[in-house]
Each structure stands twice: as C-alpha cells, then as structure tokens.
C-alpha cells in the first residue's frame, strides 16, 4: 500500500488510499463517537445525539461506532507505531516550541515523519482509546454486566480519556487544516509537497525520496 | 411526560428551572416499619397489579426471597436476612426494598436524558420511561443498587412512589395492601413523628438502638424505615449505613462537567486566537525549505 | 371463634402457639399488631419453626412437633403452683369448685373407663358427684380433694418444668420465660389472646356430633350442640380441646380461645351443621337434594372449606365428609361410592396418603364437577409422571367437568373466622359457559324432579314435594336463597301473652331466631342465621365502621351470628357480684341495675342480674365453663400429652406404657405401618405459606411469582450431616410416600433435645402440585398418616416422621 516509493514526478507521497480511508473511518467514527458522547456528558450538548439519530439511537450505535473505531484506530496505531517513537532529535525540536508557535520554523532541528507533538498525540491517543474501549465495554449494558462500583470508576475513565480524545483532535485538526498549511492534502489526495516535505519533515523526506534534495 | 398535577423541582440532563407554580405541594413519605412487617409479599402483590407487571416465575433458591431481586417486573421485592444474636437466639429480620426516593437522587444526577428523570416538588422520584435512553447510568447513579434495566425495552424502572396514584390523593399501592400497617405513607413530616413513636415504643421493647433511617447523605430519603438496630443497617440485607452517591459519580457528573467542557472551549479559542494572532504556517513551495 | 379479629387489639399479651397468625392470617395478624402498638401488648410465639409470626414476637421458644399439650400442661402447672390465676373469675364461671365422683381415676396416661378393645373410653365416671337434692355438689373453697380444681393441680403436677423440657425440647429457662409472660396476665386488669390452629381443635369439632336438625327449626333453636359447653368452658379458661391451652385467668374483653382458622371447622361444620356423623337420610342423592332446598344458600354463597374453596352445596358436604375424614376417606374405597359429587372440594390434595385417597377413586363411577380451577380431583387420572402416576386405561371411573364460576363472579356472603356474614357483589361475569353452583345444581335438581315426576321410584315425595319456591326454578338468586336461610314467617306468629298481637305477619322476615316456632308456621334455613335478612333487608350488606365502644365490635357492619351478637358470653365479661366490667375500659356490657347492656347483644336474659346467680356460660346445665370436660370429650376430661403415633422418641416420658392416644382412631393394619425412628429419623410438619392459599393459587401468576416453587426447611446441622447446601434438591421419604423440592437451610428451624435423643424436624410447607402456573411440584400430603383425632376424626397431618436425602 505504501512505502517508500519514489514518485515519478510532483509530489512526495505521503499516505497510501488504504491509509487515508483507515484514517477517514477513525475520523469519522470519532466525530460521531466525541458528539454523541458529549450529548450524554453534559446537557448542554443533548442536541448533539440528533447526529445519530436522537437519544436512543445514540445510546444504541454508540459503543457500536467505538468499536469499529477502536478497530481502524488500531489497524493505524500498528501501522504507525514505530514512526512514533520518540528519538533524540525530537527533544531538540521540542525546545524550539515557541518559535514553532511563532511560525518561526527557522533552523528547527531535522525530524522524520511526524514531530514530538505528533508523536505525542499519538500516544495520549493510543492510551485513551484503550481507556475507551476497556471503560467503554464496562459501560456496555447491552454486552457486559459488571458490578455498580466498577462502572462508576468506568464511567469516570472513559469520560476523562474522551475528552483528552477531544483536546488532541481539536490540536490535531488545526493543526492540519487550518494552521500548518499543506497537510491536508497527505489525508485527502496522499501526498505533499516537496516544499511541505523539506520543512516540515527533512528526514522523512530524505527517507523517502532517496536523499534527493 | 412528567405528570401534568406535580411540581417538578428537579429534571435530569436540564439546567433551567422546571414547572414549578404549584406553592402547596408538601414533601411526602413512605414509612416502612421492619419492626410490624411480616413479610407477607401483599406489596409486592400490589405494585405487581397497580403496575400492571408480572415477572418470570422463578424457582427457589435455598430463600423465602421472590422474585431474589429487583428487576424491571420487581419494583419491590422483600428481603429475609437471618442474624443470629450473640446469646444464641436469632433474628428474622424482613426488609422491604425498593426506591428510597432520595432527596438528592444519584439516579437523576447521573441521568443524561433531559427529563427521564424528575423529582416532583412532593419528593417522590420519578423515572419519566418515554425519555429515558436506556444508557443505565441511573444504575450507577444510585446508592442503592434500585434501578433495573429491562431486557424487552432497555429502559430503566423503579418504584414510582406510584405517583399516579399519589397525584390524585390517593396512598401508593403497597400502602394500601399492607395488613399489619407496616407500612404507612403522609407527609413527611408525619412520618418522622410517627417514627419517633414508634422508635420509642421498640427502645421499651428492648431495642436500644431502635432508629429512624432517614440518611442524610443523600439529603434524606422519602421512603424511610424504622429499624430495630439503626446501629447497623447493613444487617437488614446489606441497607447501606451511610448512602450517598459515590464520589466517583459526583466527579463523573459533577466537576468533570464543566471543566471538561471549559477545556474543550479553551482548546478551542486557543487556537482560533492562534490562528488570528500567528496565522497559518505557508505552504513552502518547491526548494524553499530553510 | 367466639369474637371478631378486631377484638384482638385489646389485648395485652398474644400467645401464638400451634399456629402461625401472621403466616396463614396476615389480615387477622394486623390486630396483634394494633396491640402491640396501641396497648403494648407483648407476643411470645412457641412454634418448631422461627416463623413470620415470630420474627415479630417479643419472645420465641422452640418446641417439638405435637407436644403443645405437654408445654400448656407445664403452664398450667406452673400459674396453679405460682398462684398466677385469676381466682375471682375461676371460682365464679367455671366448674373448679365442682366435686368430681369417686370412681373417676387417672393412671399411667388412661382414665378410668378404658376399653383396650375398642379403643375408646366408657365416660360414665367423668361426672360430677351429685348431692341429694340432684344438683352437682360444690366446694367454694376449692379445697376438697376431688374438685375440679384439686384434681386439675394433682393431674398437671406432673407437668414440670423438666418433664416439659424432656417432652417439648424447649430448654426450661425458656419455657419459664413463656411462663412469666402469661403470669403476668393473671390480674383482672389483663388480659391475653392465644392464637391456635383450628386444625385439631376439638370444642369446634365437636359440634360436628351434636347436629341440630336442620328440619325442625324450632327444634335447632333450641337442641344447641353439646360442643359449646367445651367452647364455654375454653372461653372461661382458654381451653381448647385437643391443644388445650389452659389458662385460669379470666379471658378477654374478647374471648381468650381462638383457633385462628375460621375456615374449616369453625365456619363450615359449625355454621351448617355440616355433621361428620351423616344426617338422617343422608346417604342417598334424593335425600341430600331434599337437603339442599333447605340449607342451601350457605354453601352457595359462602367460602369456606378446607381447602378454601367454595362448599357450594350439602351434597358437596357429603363429598366432603367422605373424602376429607380419615375415617371417609377409607370408605371412600372401591365400590362404595357409585356417583360422587365433587364441588369446591379438593380429595387429592387435601387427603393424608395422597395415594390411597385416589386409589379410592380408580374403580368408581364419579362424575366430578369441576371448580374454576384445574386440580389434583380433576386431573387425578391424568399421567403427570412420578408427579401423579396414573394409568388412565386402567382407571374406570368417567370424570364430568362442569365449568363452574369463582367465588369472585358471583355475589354472595363471605363470614369471616369472627362470625360476621358480609355480603359481597359478584365483581365480574363468569368466563364462557362457566355457571354458578347455584344453577348447576339447580338444573340438576330439576331435571331430576321431572323425571320422578314422569317415572316414579321407591320415594318420589321427598324430591317431587320439595319447597322449591325461587322465581325462576333453574336460577335461584343468592339474594332468595339468604332470604330463606334467615327464615320467614308461614303463617302470623303472635305473641304468646297476648295473642292478639301479632309479632311478625305471615310473609315477612323474622326478625331473628327468637321468633321461630316449634309449630312449623316459621321456616328458617338455620338458626344461627336467623335475622341476617329481616324486615329491616339484608344486613350482611351493612358496611358501617361506627364502633361507638372503641372495643371493635362495629354492630352495624354485616351480621355477626347469633343475633348479631360480637362476642359470645359476653356477661363473663362482668364481675359476678356487681355486674361491673373487670375492667372499665374494655367493657362489653354491664348490668345497669336493670338490665346488661352495652356494646353488644347481651348473651345472657338481658334481665337475669347478678343477684340472680345465673352464669355466664348459659349453654351448660350448670352455667359455668367446663375445665373438667366430663364425659364431652372423648379422649379424657382432662387435657394429656400423648406422643404422635410417628413420634421420634418413640417414649412418652409421662408414661411409657401409654405412648400415644389411646382413643385415637387408628385404622386396621395402620398401627403397624407408621413409621420408625429407626428408619425415618426426623419430625416432619406441614404448613402453609402466606404468599399462597391451600393448592388454589398455584394457578395465579402473582402469587407464583412470590413463591415459586416447592422446598422444604431444615436445620444447618441436618444440612451439613446430609451433604445438603442451600438450594439443592432432596427427597423426602415417610413410610407412605416422598417427595422432592428445593432444600432452604436455614438458621429456623431449631435441633431440639428430647428425652435424650437430638430432634431435627423437616418443615414441608403443602402448596405444590403437578397442576399451575408454579413449578411442578410433589403434594405433600403424600407423606402424611391417617390418624383421626378422638374427637374431631381430624387427621393429624401434622406430626410424622420422615427421612431425607439429597436428591
């Protein structure tokens, strides 16, 4: 599906189709999965259970949806599991975390394919999603019967591992659409550019085309 | 739909202020006395036929138990606890169980459905089934283990205090049916009195320890009993000693709410102002990097 | 019993004892309760079983199955010996004072007059001594050797607190604990109610020998059954027969005796005279139809019954006496009967040696009509496996099945244990063809006068001449029938000083049974009932709470019979000299000076004051109650322990020759067949649940799911000893059968020490059957003896022995 293939031409290729469509599942599902979650959270969402269909639809298709996104989630943590250990280099980029704020990208030490913030969102992502899965089933009277006091302490989890979810999409998000311009594109068409590439991740880049410059 | 004729002083899921006109309503209460119950299941009879419920006909399990527990069919179901005193005699002790109709009610707080859940102005907690969702988490709300979700509907039951029974004047079904008058329904406030007497008349009888439980950790309940060992309840089939709603509810539904909802908002307007203040990193164009 | 349920809120101590009120009388309990509360009445409760009605008591003793004799007999003892009697009241309205013959002995468990052969007693020594003059001689003293009194300390001086320890297993702190309790009642200020079963309870049973004839009205006005003196005598000391709980202290504003189970004996013998010794004329079909059209209105409007069911009809008596009877159901056996009438009675279930009740019916022709219900009578041929194992090829006997309707789809009176006749509106319409018991045997009826009517017979009047006056011949209404129970006027009944005054005209109802004439110009369906319809309407329909005493004795709801009188021998209530209530605040009725009035129907001429001397007890020759019965009962004049003829001891401490009942009935070959120690090695009892009734509320869903399923109770120690965890299926064994059910191990029931030897007893509550909408269970009343109590033929279901094993 993907690797390190060379492009003929244009642009560095980033996400193969079947990693896109992984990812646009878990994107998906977890949309469904933060909003009709929030609706049974806090009242001021309960509007939100309309995106599935009103409240006991949401109740219902739920945990459903967590499955199937717990599923893709970890056909993507596999995949990009080793691409996300945290190596020497990315302590030193992390020291230059104002300036990146800044967008003062100048002179930021090299990374490979995704940096620290990544690699940590990833990580709080991972562990969260197993929190959900594990408080979720407890949750899951339709599956499971545990005892009273253990479903409140899943409840708690699996609220607290939801919204550390929520935070890391919300970064997630604009970080790659709204502020670090030319990311989206890996999800939606596969590939960067060149440029992206370069600036934002010149080992990958070298990795992957070669060493070209 | 809450009942039309009640006060509603609490509504799960909703924070702006329910129907709440009616000025003369008064709290009630069910006063079960363990001290004149025979056990003899007439209440469980009762709230079967009023509530138009018949659970499956189980079999005998080694106890006079029946139905053993609470269940969607089983709004009340009497427990049978045999304690054998130091002295060698023993103690058949038969403890109606069912709602308490707290006056803070787990189940509602931890409610996410607008309105499946209310607390009438008369204190009776009422489970408004056309609302309810099914999620459960009225169970885990509960400090004593009352709700049941059904298998056939997923929606959660429990003693309605028969609320529409009360809503029209009249006393709720078990009430009605007890023969020895153990127990005994009316304004709270009665009760408590008739529960002093009777506390008293069980302390001549060489009780000692004879007491109203009415637990305050849950704001006091609307369905209370008067115990021979209020020293220990949890000898009456496990009746917890101090109910309150579990902290881990009280985070879950209580602080987590609104900060987790104030760290989404934050999170957000972070980086919308960081858009606005910063801006985007740009797209580096072919051989422009560095 | 002799006062209403209500009248137990007066008490101020409840005895519950070979009973278990709040068990099989949660209604009737609710009144213990009211004293406890309102009156701080105390409960002290002596059963085998830690039971409902212990589980309130301020005090619980454990006793052995079938050794409440031996236990009352200590507390007699004990209040003679302590002096914890009320002596004014004794003295005045019993026959303590009275000197006893010569010749009447006691020796070694027999009274004098025992005939070993016939296994009975020739009472004629049971009698007072009479002076010159004819009357009883008296000693007001009480000191004479053989007066009542004297020979009542020397007979249960026997009964110490070790013999009963020996006897009962309660330990004798215990029973002297009880003691006290009772003790403490013994002022004229206090009173004390005990609880019974009215199962063996033989001053009700013996009614039931003593029929009034039901076809001279006036005659039954006045022929009162012998059995009251034993009632009277139980009122004056709570004595009751076969239990017989002495007491010698004055009963209550409500009488002390109450067998709490109106059911059985004291509503359906007592109130229709449904006689075990068969009426004249009775044993053939034409002469129970003649019956019928005069005493049928109770059958068909009331409950009752053993079982609970409905008894519509004096044929269903006659069923009933042969099957329900130890001695009928034995002659209930192959050939004997050609057509059996089956309504509102269940032989299967409720017969002792469930196999041979129905072994009974194999050869038969029975046409059975059926109840709302399916049962063990309708169902008996069918094949339910090891539950009812039946050849139906091989069973000759054709069942007819009429569909009848409930007790609820009818209307109806309903009397309750306290005497009162409610009427009651039918609540809905019998499904499909279902009919009445009116009807049905009304059609029958019918159709059977026609055809004497068009063929003739052997003695065609009593049927073709039958008074059958109902409007519409196949349907007579409750209402006609309640009419004619309660009796009117043939002709005009005048009054006897002055006949020109006429009391009640010819037509109308009497006004009660002081009007009925020895003449045959009134016609009255029975005595007691007499006044229920008068002028006035139907009173069994009054529904007015109004108890203008305070005592709950509501006059104005329904009809108390006799008279609508709410507690009999009221005037006992009463100081002898003055006529003034024991005690102000629970007064029945006092004598003004003039007359006794109150609250109440005086039971007493309202005129015969004090200084008259008449007693209490107006039903005895001499006006007192009876703590020597004389020759009233026929196991002896005195209460005495016998052992259960299953008895795990199998020794009578008090006397090792005579064991068990020497008067009992005990059928051929029966005495050898009862089970040993040896074999069957623990007590066994039968009792009822409160979540059902009798075998009918298997088939309702609710009480089902309260109560599912058969089990039977055993001790930890028997548990353990067996193998046997809480819940596990076992099989419970006598000599004549077994059945299996969930075992519940529970801290209950009590191991008793006995005579040496350990006791454990094995509670069978009876409810099960193959039939309903419970579990499929065994009938208990496959493990239990035919033994007939002396008096009553009340077979004793309920001590036996039994061995069980896990299943």
């Not at chain 1, 009709?36 to 945990?63: D, E, Q």
């Not at chain 3, 003196?229 to 709570?238: S, T």
């Not at chain 3, 001891?649 to 050898?672: C, Q, T, W, Y």
Request: proline content about 6%; some cysteine; aromatic content about 8%.
């Amino acid at each position: 599906m993907s690797g390190p293939v060379v492009m003929k031409s244009g642009d560095v290729p980033r996400y193969a189709p079947g990693e896109r469509v992984t990812h646009w599942i878990v994107a998906i599902t977890f949309v469904l999965l933060a909003l009709s979650g929030l609706a049974f959270f806090h009242p001021a969402f309960w509007s939100l259970t309309a995106v599935l269909g009103g409240g006991v639809w949401s109740r219902i298709l739920h945990p459903y949806v967590g499955v199937v996104m717990f599923v893709f989630f970890g056909l993507m943590a596999l995949k990009y599991w080793k691409d996300n250990l945290i190596q020497p280099y990315d302590r030193a980029w992390q020291k230059r975390l104002p300036d990146i704020l800044n967008n003062n990208d100048h002179g930021l030490p090299e990374i490979d394919k995704y940096n620290i913030g990544q690699k940590q969102l990833f990580l709080a992502w991972v562990v969260s999603m197993v929190l959900l899965l594990v408080s979720g089933v407890v949750m899951w009277r339709d599956v499971a019967s545990f005892p009273v006091p253990v479903i409140r302490i899943a409840s708690v989890v699996h609220a607290i591992a939801a919204v550390v979810m929520i935070l890391g999409f919300i970064v997630h998000v604009y970080s790659a659409i709204f502020w670090v311009r030319g990311s989206m594109r890996a999800m939606t068409r596969g590939t960067v550019t060149h440029g992206w590439a370069k600036h934002h991740h010149p080992l990958w880049y070298r990795r992957v085309t070669g060493g070209g410059k | 739909m809450a009942l039309q004729s009640l006060n509603v002083t609490k509504r799960s899921a909703t924070t702006t202020q329910p129907p709440s006109v009616r000025t003369a309503e008064e709290p009630v209460a069910k006063l079960i006395d363990v001290s004149k119950c025979i056990g003899c299941k007439a209440c469980q009879v009762a709230c079967m036929q009023w509530n138009d419920l018949r659970d499956e006909v189980g079999t005998n399990v080694g106890v006079y138990d029946n139905p053993s527990n609470l269940t969607d069919q089983s709004w009340t179901v009497m427990r049978f606890a045999e304690y054998s005193k130091p002295d060698g005699d023993m103690e058949w002790l038969i403890r109606k169980d069912g709602c308490m109709h707290c006056e803070d009610p787990g189940c509602l707080k931890a409610c996410p459905s607008p309105g499946a859940i209310v607390k009438y102005a008369n204190g009776i907690v009422d489970f408004i089934s056309d609302n309810c969702i099914g999620c459960g988490y009225c169970v885990a709300g509960c400090p004593f283990d009352v709700p049941r979700i059904s298998k056939k509907d997923s929606k959660a039951y429990k003693c309605t205090l028969c609320s529409d029974r009360v809503a029209v004047g009249l006393e709720p079904a078990c009430v009605k049916t007890c023969p020895t008058g153990a127990i005994q329904y009316g304004a709270k406030t009665d009760m408590v009195l008739r529960a002093e007497k009777r506390v008293g008349d069980l302390k001549e009888r060489g009780f000692q320890k004879a007491a109203l439980y009415n637990p305050a950790g849950v704001g006091g309940t609307h369905v209370m009993y008067v115990l021979q060992h209020g020293d220990d309840p949890e000898r009456y089939s496990g009746l917890p000693s101090n109910p309150s709603i579990s902290p881990w509810v009280s985070v879950w539904k209580g602080a987590a709410k609104p900060l987790a909802s104030l760290a989404i908002g934050l999170a957000m307007l972070g980086a919308f102002f960081h858009y606005v203040t910063r801006g985007p990193k740009d797209e580096h164009a072919e051989g422009e990097s560095k | 019993m002799t006062n209403g349920w209500v009248d137990i809120k007066n008490t101020d101590l409840v005895l519950i004892m070979g009973g278990n009120a709040a068990e099989a009388h949660p209604c009737g309990f609710k009144w213990v309760t009211e004293a406890m509360e309102h009156r701080k009445a105390k409960l002290v409760v002596v059963d085998p079983r830690f039971t409902r009605s212990a589980a309130l008591a301020d005090y619980y003793a454990p006793i052995r199955v079938g050794t409440d004799i031996a236990f009352l007999g200590g507390v007699i003892n004990w209040m003679l010996a302590n002096k914890k009697i009320h002596l004014d009241y004794v003295k005045a309205f019993t026959n303590a004072p009275f000197i006893i013959r010569e010749d009447f002995d006691f020796a070694d468990g027999l009274f004098s007059g025992y005939n070993a052969d016939k296994r009975s007693y020739d009472r004629t020594t049971w009698a007072y001594e009479l002076g010159k003059d004819g009357f009883a001689k008296v000693d007001e003293t009480l000191e004479d050797p053989r007066c009542v009194y004297q020979l009542m300390k020397k007979h249960f001086s026997r009964y110490t607190p070790e013999m009963v320890q020996k006897i009962c297993g309660t330990p004798k702190e215990k029973f002297l604990k009880v003691c006290e309790y009772i003790g403490s009642t013994s002022t004229p200020d206090k009173v004390m109610t005990i609880l019974l079963c009215a199962r063996v309870d033989p001053p009700l049973a013996r009614l039931a020998e003593h029929p009034h004839d039901g076809d001279d009205p006036a005659a039954a006005g006045q022929h009162r059954p012998a059995g009251r003196r034993r009632e009277r005598a139980a009122r004056a000391l709570q004595r009751a027969g076969h239990h017989r709980p002495v007491r010698l202290q004055r009963g209550a504003a409500g009488l002390p005796v109450r067998p709490d189970r109106g059911g059985r004996l004291a509503r359906d013998v007592r109130r229709q005279a449904h006689a075990q010794a068969p009426a004249p004329g009775s044993d053939e079909l034409r002469a129970e139809l003649r019956e019928v059209a005069h005493e049928p209105a109770e059958g068909l409007v009331r409950r009752g019954g053993d079982e609970g069911e409905r008894l519509p009809l004096r044929l269903a008596a006659q069923a009933r006496r042969r099957l329900r009877r130890a001695r009928h159901l034995r002659a209930h056996a192959p050939g004997q009967d050609e057509r059996l009438h089956l309504a509102g009675v269940q032989s299967a279930r409720g017969a002792a040696e469930q196999d041979e009740g129905r072994a009974g019916d194999v050869e038969a022709q029975v046409p059975r009509r059926d109840r709302p219900a399916q049962d063990g009578d309708r169902e008996f041929w069918q094949d339910y496996g090891d539950k009812n194992p039946a050849k139906p090829d091989e069973i000759k006997t054709e069942v007819f099945r009429l569909p009848a309707s409930s007790f609820a789809e009818d209307s109806g009176t309903f009397t309750s244990s306290g005497r009162v006749i409610q009427w009651h509106w039918a609540g809905q319409d019998p499904p499909g063809l279902a009919k009445t018991d009116r009807e049905i045997v009304a059609q029958i009826f019918t159709r059977v006068r026609d055809l004497y009517k068009k063929e003739g017979g052997k003695f065609p009047d009593a049927i073709t001449n039958l008074t059958w006056p109902y409007a519409i011949a196949t349907h007579p209404s409750p209402e006609e029938l309640l009419r004619e129970i309660s009796g009117r006027a043939l002709e005009d009944v005048v009054d006897p000083k002055d006949k020109t005054k006429v009391l009640v005209q010819a037509g109308q109802q009497l006004a009660g049974f002081g009007q009925l004439q020895p003449d045959g110009t009134t016609a009255c369906g029975n005595w007691i009932y007499s006044g229920v319809w008068s002028q006035a309407g139907n009173l069994s329909a009054r529904r007015d709470t109004a108890d203008p005493g305070g005592l709950g004795n509501n006059l104005t709801w329904g009809y108390s019979w006799p008279a609508n009188r709410r507690v009999l021998y009221n005037r006992a209530n009463a100081d002898p000299k003055t006529g003034k209530p024991w005690d102000p605040k629970r007064g029945g009725i006092a004598w003004n000076g003039k007359a006794w009035a109150g609250v109440d129907v005086p039971d007493i001429a309202p005129a015969l004051g004090p200084d008259t001397g008449a007693g209490p007890f107006i039903m005895t020759a001499e006006g007192v109650g009876r703590l020597f019965a004389l020759g009233g009962m026929a196991e002896g004049p005195f209460p005495e322990h016998y052992e259960p003829f299953e008895s795990p001891i199998g020794n009578n401490p008090l006397h090792p020759k005579v064991v068990s009942n020497p008067a009992a009935r005990v059928f051929k070959g029966d005495m050898e067949a009862f089970g040993k120690a040896d074999k069957f090695p623990y007590a066994a009892t039968t009792y009822r649940l409160t979540e059902h009734f009798h075998f009918w509320t298997k088939h309702s869903t609710t009480a089902a799911v309260v109560q599912p399923a058969a089990f039977v109770e055993i001790d930890e120690e028997l548990a353990k000893t067996k193998g046997i965890a809480n819940g596990d299926q076992v099989k419970v064994t006598s000599s004549r059968g077994a059945v299996t059910a969930a075992a519940v191990v529970t801290k209950r029931m009590k191991v008793l020490e006995c005579d040496g030897k350990k006791v454990h007893t094995v509670g069978i509550p009876i409810h099960w059957g193959f039939k309903g909408v419970t579990k499929d269970g065994y009938l208990a009343n496959n493990l239990t003896p035919y033994v007939g109590d002396a008096n009553s033929q009340t077979p004793e279901f309920k001590a036996f022995l039994v061995n069980i094993e896990k299943a």
